[in-house]
């Protein structure tokens, strides 16, 4: 406002000494003279004054996060355990005094699972709302759709998605704190070798997930000396999958490796079972979740499922989780808290809550261990990962007594 008000006393200063000069040559004005140049000054200086007040301020008194998350829907039980985990972080970050003393306001969309409402959401959020980082999507096939929109625009993306292709933005704006399928298939393959399985039959939902993780465990069991006796695809949200479990169990498979999501596999369970398929599955992250149990009974005993390794602050995350929400934390939790964390860790040593270029270069300098594990982006945006084995003992989640890094 400086350069408006110098502008504006100028401007006065300019006028009177005109009405002088009129004065000093005998020239009259008239009262209506002098009123419609009153006027017309006082417009002027509004117009300027005006002006000035419509500039934004430098800085913002409140940190916008976005959220692009599955809610509703069938893979809701995902979507909401993100966002329980990201206000966790946001309410604990806030109480001791938000970043750089500015409270954080997390706005959550619900995309319903559909890669059509995750686009719309990224367009509202990053055009409309003007946040610099989006929390989302969870399933690859939607974060895939909005991945290259955060790049042009420059908005930082952080995900749990876990695509390979992901993986192709070098220095870019998107980053995960899940690890790469990349390397939860090699895990994956060479649990089934430790096992002792030569030959191995494999189920996946048709989708960028599933193809991606898919595609990985074949290579590296193939390359480790395993047979791929069958790769059998299935669609998401079916409810019938007898045909292709008719054609797994045709191939005798003495081993299984599965991809599929909470509903759709609690179905596959328990179709296999009435089907008499008696196989080992061996399973992705995406199983180890209690919803999955609740819908799949006693059919998914003794099954393995991989999944990321927690760190030793797990507990006190859980026991934080359970007094907030009178529940344990469920899949994907301590993934939501750990991307609000990082972020703004990021925020913090860039100095800005607003400016995603220097948001997304201080990413890279983050070195963070969080419930859901270490957290160190590289010119990718990926994470190194430690992977834990799960199994299903009556009806409860157990470590299985074999880890891979």
């Known amino acids: 406002?400086?350069?408006?008000?110098?502008?504006?006393?100028?401007?006065?200063?300019?006028?009177?000494?005109?009405?002088?000069?009129?004065?000093?040559?005998?020239?009259?004005?008239?009262?209506?003279?002098v009123f419609l140049?009153?006027?017309?000054?006082?417009i002027m200086i509004l117009f300027i004054v005006l002006s000035g007040c419509v500039e934004?301020?430098?800085?913002?008194?409140?940190?916008?996060?976005?959220?692009?998350?599955p809610l509703t829907g069938d893979l809701g039980v995902y979507g909401q355990n993100v966002k329980n985990g990201a206000e966790l972080a946001v309410d604990e970050i806030n109480a001791a005094g938000g970043i750089n003393e500015k409270q954080?306001?997390?706005?959550?969309?619900?995309?319903?699972?559909?890669?059509?409402?995750?686009?719309?959401?990224?367009?509202?959020?990053?055009?409309?709302?003007?946040?610099?980082?989006?929390l989302g999507a969870v399933v690859s096939t939607n974060t895939l759709a909005i991945a290259p929109l955060a790049q042009e625009k420059e908005v930082v993306l952080i995900s749990i998605s876990t695509s390979p292709k992901l993986s192709q933005w070098q220095d870019g704006y998107f980053f995960r704190v899940l690890v790469s399928d990349s390397f939860q298939g090699d895990v994956m393959?060479?649990?089934?070798?430790?096992?002792?399985?030569?030959?191995?039959?494999?189920?996946?939902?048709?989708?960028?997930?599933?193809?991606?993780?898919?595609?990985?465990?074949?290579?590296?069991f193939e390359a480790l000396g395993g047979t791929v006796l069958i790769q059998v695809p299935h669609d998401e949200s079916r409810t019938d999958f007898r045909s292709e479990l008719t054609n797994l169990k045709a191939e005798h498979p003495p081993a299984v490796m599965l991809v599929s999501y909470v509903k759709e596999?609690?179905?596959?369970?328990?179709?296999?079972?009435?089907?008499?398929?008696?196989?080992?599955?061996?399973?992705?992250?995406?199983?180890?979740?209690?919803?999955?149990?609740?819908?799949?009974?006693?059919?998914?005993?003794?099954?393995?499922?991989?999944y990321?390794?927690?760190?030793?602050?797990?507990?006190?995350?859980?026991?934080?989780?359970?007094?907030?929400?009178?529940?344990?934390?469920?899949?994907?939790?301590a993934e939501g808290y750990d991307m609000i964390k990082t972020i703004a860790m990021a925020m913090e040593q860039a100095g800005s809550t607003t400016n995603a270029t220097a948001i997304k270069s201080a990413m890279r300098q983050i070195d963070y261990s969080g419930p859901s594990g270490h957290k160190a982006f590289d010119e990718f945006g990926d994470v190194p990962g430690v992977y834990d084995v799960w199994t299903i003992t009556n009806g409860t989640f157990e470590l299985y007594d074999v880890s891979f890094s």
């Open 56 to 69: 934004k301020p430098e800085k913002e008194e409140t940190v916008n996060i976005g959220g692009i998350l």
């Open 308 to 333: 990321p390794a927690t760190d030793p602050k797990y507990s006190n995350f859980k026991a934080y989780y359970n007094t907030k929400y009178h529940k344990d934390p469920g899949i994907y939790a």
């Open 189 to 220: 393959a060479q649990l089934a070798r430790d096992l002792g399985y030569t030959e191995m039959g494999v189920m996946y939902i048709n989708n960028e997930y599933g193809v991606g993780l898919k595609d990985v465990f074949v290579d590296e």
């Open 104 to 134: 954080i306001i997390f706005t959550c969309d619900d995309n319903r699972g559909e890669a059509s409402d995750t686009v719309s959401a990224f367009h509202k959020l990053a055009d409309m709302d003007e946040v610099p980082v989006i």
């Open 37 to 42: 140049i009153s006027i017309i000054i006082s």
């Open 265 to 306: 596999a609690s179905i596959i369970f328990k179709q296999s079972t009435e089907l008499g398929l008696e196989t080992q599955w061996l399973c992705s992250e995406t199983h180890k979740s209690d919803k999955f149990i609740e819908l799949v009974g006693g059919a998914a005993e003794g099954i393995l499922i991989t």
């Open 1 to 33: 406002m400086v350069l408006y008000n110098g502008f504006v006393e100028i401007f006065i200063i300019h006028a009177d000494d005109y009405l002088v000069n009129l004065r000093e040559k005998g020239i009259v004005m008239t009262i209506k003279n």
